[in-house]
Every structure is written in structure tokens, then in C-alpha cells.
T-cell receptor, first 115, second 113 residues
Framework: AQKVTQAQTEISVVEKEDVTLDCVYE???????LFWYKQPPSGELVFLIRRNSFDEQNEISGRYSWNFQKSTSSFNFTITASQVVDSAVYFC????????????FGTGTRLTVIP | DAGVIQSPRHEVTEMGQEVTLRCKPISGHNSLFWYRQTMMRGLELLIYFNNNVPIDDSGMPEDRFSAKMPNASFSTLKIQPSEPRDSAVYFC???????????FGPGTRLLVL
């Protein structure tokens, strides 16, 4: 069965610190997709990144970077030099290529960046 | 470019009333999803349409919930009769193809008294 685990419920950091949000997933499919979404206090869900299971290259986008490791079934998200605007709930999600199309979300990590 | 549009953004109603939530997907997207977010259950898929056809409605909680997609640019989620436990944020999302990235609307915050 598919499952996404975000063990960190809440994290607080001081502005300019680096922070890593962990995501561990379970799936029996060989083809799958991993996502990160951001939910700021305003409530919308903002897409951040999509990776497919065949692409293990790490990705960097500005202050954001993602580390995908199939060997440990992890897809971790790092924010460098955090800012107050990064305060939000971050969700990791999994979609399998086989079967019904569905995004399985983790429970989210609430990040608070303290000025 | 316009994103996914949902209305209303907030809805307060009394138990037993009918509630209709509306969604306009991103133009050109052929897959549409309705999700519900609660503190207890997190984000869960209610129903998924592809090319206006319901593909998977296994997440619809019970017969009080129904969803339609009469055309490629409009979908509704209806709750009749509503109950306090239906209070949640309902999100609509769309994608270009079933496995492509889903883009979410701003959500409808529903409170059933």
C-alpha cells in the first residue's frame, strides 16, 4: 500500500537558518511521482516540485533544494537561509502510475520561521 | 493565466441545508479532482474526473455527496443534506492528464452549524 510519512509535525527555526523537511514514502509501483506543496497561512496549496521515480537527480531552485534517494525511499526538502515568508505547512505527496489517479499526501510539516 | 477558480470561498450553513461548491479548472486541463482537508483526516481525494467523466469516486463519503462535471470548464460538488461533520476545506485541483501535476484552487471553507 502507498504511504507518505512526514515525521516532523512542527519545526521552528530562526530566520537565515537552513532547514530540512523529511519525507519518506512507500509504494509497490516502480513508476511513481513525488511532489511537494506549500500551504501558507492564507490556505491555498502551492505546487513546488514534481519528480518521477526514474529521475534521482537532486534539484535546486533558488533557496529550495530537493534530495531524492530511492535507496532510502526519501524525498527531502531543504530551505537555505530561511525567511519569514517561508512559514507555512509543507506537504509531501505521492502519485502512482498504476491504478486510480490519486495524490496521497503526508500529514504535513508546519514550519515557523522566527524573525 | 487564471488558475483554478473556486466559489464560494467561504460558506456557513445550517445542518440539513444543501451546499453547492463550484470549480472552474485551468483552461486546457482535462483532469479535475475534488479533495477535502480536515484536521483529523488531512487531505483526501473525494472524486476524480477525466474528460468530464467520473473515474474514481471511492473517496466520496456517502450518498449525501454528489459531484458533476457537465463540461470541461465547470464542476460542482453538492452536499445534501449537510451535517456538522462535513465542515472542512474543500479543494478543487486540475491537471493536464491524469499523472501530471495537479494545481489547486484556493479552496472553499465550509462550516456547517
Amino acid at each position: 500500500a502507498q504511504k507518505v510519512t512526514q515525521a516532523q509535525t512542527e519545526i521552528s527555526v530562526v530566520e537565515k537558518e537552513d532547514v530540512t523537511l523529511d519525507c519518506v514514502y512507500e509504494t509497490r509501483d516502480t513508476t511513481y511521482y513525488l511532489f511537494w506543496y506549500k500551504q501558507p497561512p492564507s490556505g491555498e496549496l502551492v505546487f513546488l516540485i514534481r519528480r518521477n521515480s526514474f529521475d534521482e537527480q537532486n534539484e535546486i531552485s533558488g533557496r529550495y533544494s530537493w534530495n531524492f534517494q530511492k535507496s532510502t525511499s526519501s524525498f527531502n526538502f531543504t530551505i537555505t537561509a530561511s525567511q519569514v515568508v517561508d512559514s507555512a505547512v509543507y506537504f509531501c505527496a505521492l502519485s502512482e502510475a498504476r491504478g486510480a489517479n490519486n495524490l496521497f499526501f503526508g500529514t504535513g510539516t508546519r514550519l515557523t520561521v522566527i524573525p | 493565466d487564471a488558475g483554478v477558480i473556486q466559489s464560494p470561498r467561504h460558506e456557513v450553513t445550517e445542518m440539513g441545508q444543501e451546499v453547492t461548491l463550484r470549480c472552474k479548472p485551468i483552461s486546457g486541463h482535462n483532469s479535475l479532482f475534488w479533495y477535502r482537508q480536515t484536521m483529523m483526516r488531512g487531505l483526501e481525494l473525494l472524486i476524480y474526473f477525466n474528460n468530464n467523466v467520473p473515474i474514481d469516486d471511492s473517496g466520496m463519503p456517502e450518498d449525501r455527496f454528489s459531484a458533476k462535471m457537465p463540461n470541461a470548464s465547470f464542476s460542482t460538488l453538492k452536499i445534501q443534506p449537510s451535517e456538522p461533520r462535513d465542515s472542512a476545506v474543500y479543494f478543487c485541483a486540475s491537471s493536464f492528464g491524469g499523472q501530471e501535476t495537479q494545481y489547486f484552487g484556493p479552496g472553499t471553507r465550509l462550516l456547517v452549524l
